[in-house]
């Protein structure tokens, strides 16, 4: 039986997305503004802060906003509301790791836009609120 490490077929799949430019996503591969540019592009329209910050602090008929667990405004750690775990600022100027990451951008939208909205946030939710996250300063 052939192991995950032992056959060069992860390879040539890795090869062939660099040969043909398909991105691969890994930790620090962008940040706050190409995540907001992204976004805007799939959406077709243009990013409204106040919406995002609205959206942020609204509760949408369920239990939760997202500020329920990441503050308001989100530039201080918070913690979640239901397991009390410490949750580092939403905020980019407040953290610069955030959005960094594609692939976990990704996953916590899905993740916390469910649990807030029973459903996954749409492009232009997204690039609202990030609109509205990149103009919070010190």
Not at 118 to 128: L, V
Request: glycine content about 6%.
């Amino acid at each position: 039986m052939r192991t995950f490490h032992s056959s060069p077929w992860w390879l040539a799949v890795l090869l062939a997305a660099y040969i043909s430019g398909v991105p691969l996503a890994h930790a620090g591969d962008t940040n706050a503004q190409a995540q907001l540019q992204r976004w805007t592009a799939e959406t077709g329209g243009t990013p409204n802060a106040e919406r995002g910050r609205v959206f942020f602090t609204s509760r949408h008929g369920g239990e939760w906003s997202c500020a329920s667990c990441h503050g308001n405004p989100p530039s201080t750690p918070a913690r979640h509301a239901s397991t009390g775990k410490t949750i580092a600022p939403l905020a980019p100027a407040f953290n610069p790791e955030r959005f960094t990451d594609t692939a976990k951008a990704d996953k916590w939208f899905r993740r916390n836009c469910k649990d807030v909205l029973s459903r996954e946030c749409s492009a232009a939710e997204k690039a609202d609120m990030l609109a509205w996250l990149v103009q919070l300063k010190p």
